[in-house]
DNA sequence: ACGATGCAATGCGCAATGTGCATAGTTTTG
DNA sequence: CAAAACTATGCACATTGCGCATTGCATCGT
């Protein structure tokens, strides 16, 4: 009987439908089901009613929630409270961050020397948005880090939660090039001329949404077609360089490419969003070590080089 | 993070020793070394202090026992519950008992024809008495059998539990036999003679109140000096067998080695006690199953030759 | 009504994880 | 001091879980 069973479980619950928790698990369709089934028989009744559409809850699982949400809280708040007992070195810290940002941003911010000097360990879990938030509110995650813009969907306001900006990007529309490096689609075109558009899957929860907010300032519509759909933002990348449409990618995210001439920005600069990096946490005491590192961003943040470090590494790419 | 592992703690910390632990919990000390260091990943923190002999929690251990108890009770309780609304086959029927009833009575028990006609499917969980007792109270398990005496230990008395006689067995005092089949000890000697006894260690619970009942009543003081001490019966009567002192123990364990003659009563049948076997389950509805095999039971007690099949059956071993 | 698509379960081969045995190092016991 | 007990770790093997491919069924769109 595994914790991961309730957390699908739960999954299953909100979704009523397989695939879609599948995915929200990050592991395949058939994978999912079978842990739904090992549940099923540790419990030794059906929790799910699978002749319906969409699948339902028996009265079994819907008696079942409520217990086993309050299993899954409890079990992650047990183990914070330890970490906090335990404080000091044998403690980890854990973060979870858009995909993104925990592949360009994370290993280079923690590596930074303001931070770096901090004897820290810690682990990243990188996921999206949605799930991202999940993991903080939950427990699972000492820290999460996100875009934020002020125009964005909000971003844990209203709770318990405190942030730090941590760092700066842009939010621009790339488009592959040819061999001359330039690029092959462009936003100033007749309007009946369809642009090939590789978007935010339903999943992604936030660049997505930012990507839109952009397009309906922008002077005219644009006339674009949706070619392909991914929650993640690499994934559009690689196609964008393929040639197969535009996108909307974070700066730090294409900024090899776009040195390397395989990708180039369109519309200007008018046509891209700067967004904050921030990180967020549970507001009010911590543990020792995510309290330590808490009060050493706090410091970093009133020094005025910290931030344009940032910038200036990207600038430079 | 597996259920299993909570129960691993719980065992370790009851136990303070890896090795009594695993043995318990019927795995090898590595494999259960291992799980308590799978747990603490997990947690993120140390919950045992290994550097101390025996081991000793953690401060983060000890926090974390109570809560760790509470997810382990809830996790069942929920099984449980859940099991009871699905009702009907998907059930199964959970015992728990004294590991010697659990090995001589049980499955004769539940094989017996007027049992056996029911189509159950069944668990049985062994364990000391005041395990089965926890078993029962936690949702564990539905059904507890146990020994009774009216003038034992009382058996969850005032608690929601009702109860229903399903045999008897008798509590007596046996010794090893020399190669003429004659007892090595008796209790008819000297005051100053010391008699080598074989006693129920603390964690048995019920037995050895039972035994030490009967010695207070005894006409004058036993001189018993303990040589080995042992929580299950089976242990004692193999130490009595290699004829290394006088064990109380019920008759039903005992009855193949007596008629076989390596064990022999001492005392006579004053020196002995009548125990009721009796079986017990939460009150008020249960599951279908657990209903459908209680009704039967009642029914069953109502027949003459129910409880005295069960007589018949250890008079003639 | 039909074809295309989506959904959940299952078979299969492979990957990952967990196990017991043997062993090493340390501590405790007699 | 030697023997026994305790805990962790290496290693080979066993077990379990995974993703891919597929199947059977239901839903959706034309």
Redesign the interface.
């Known amino acids: 009987?595994?914790?991961?069973w309730l957390e699908d479980f739960l999954e299953i619950a909100a979704t009523r439908n397989f695939s879609t928790a599948a995915t929200a698990r990050n592991i395949s369709q058939p994978a999912f089901s079978r842990r739904i089934k090992s549940l099923e028989n540790?419990?030794?009744?059906?929790?799910i009613d699978r002749s319906t559409y969409p699948v339902q809850l028996?009265?079994?699982?819907t008696?079942?929630l409520p217990?086993?949400q309050?299993?899954v809280r409890?079990?992650y708040r047990?183990?914070t409270?330890?970490?906090n007992?335990?404080g000091e070195s044998?403690?980890?810290l854990?973060f979870t961050s858009l995909h993104t940002l925990a592949m360009y941003f994370f290993p280079r911010w923690i590596g930074s020397p303001l931070i770096s000097r901090m004897p820290l360990r810690t682990s990243m879990h990188a996921a999206d948005f949605l799930e991202s938030i999940d993991h903080l509110c939950s427990g699972q995650c000492d820290f999460a880090i996100t875009y934020v813009h002020p125009d964005g969907p909000p971003v844990l306001e209203g709770g318990p939660f405190e942030s730090l900006q941590i760092g700066k990007d842009r939010l621009i529309l790339v488009s592959g090039t040819d061999d001359n490096g330039r690029p092959l689609f462009d936003i100033d075109v007749a309007e009946t001329t369809e642009i090939p558009y590789l978007a935010y899957s339903w999943s992604d929860g936030y660049i997505g949404k930012l990507a839109t907010l952009i397009q309906s300032r922008w002077r005219r519509p644009l006339n674009l077609s949706t070619v392909y759909q991914s929650g993640l933002a690499d994934g559009l990348k690689h196609m964008a360089i393929a040639g197969r449409g535009v996108a909307w990618l974070p700066q730090i995210c294409v900024a090899e490419a776009m040195r390397q001439g395989r990708l180039a920005q369109i519309g200007g600069q008018q046509m891209s969003l700067e967004m904050e990096i921030r990180i967020f946490r549970r507001a009010g005491p911590g543990s020792h070590d995510s309290d330590g590192l808490w009060q050493h961003l706090k410091q970093c943040a009133a020094l005025p080089q910290y931030k344009s470090g940032f910038d200036a590494d990207i600038d430079a790419a």
């Open positions: 009987m595994e914790l991961q540790w419990i030794g009744a059906d929790l028996t009265r079994a699982g008696m079942f217990g086993c309050r299993l409890e079990a047990l183990r409270d330890c970490r007992v335990a044998s403690a980890m854990t």
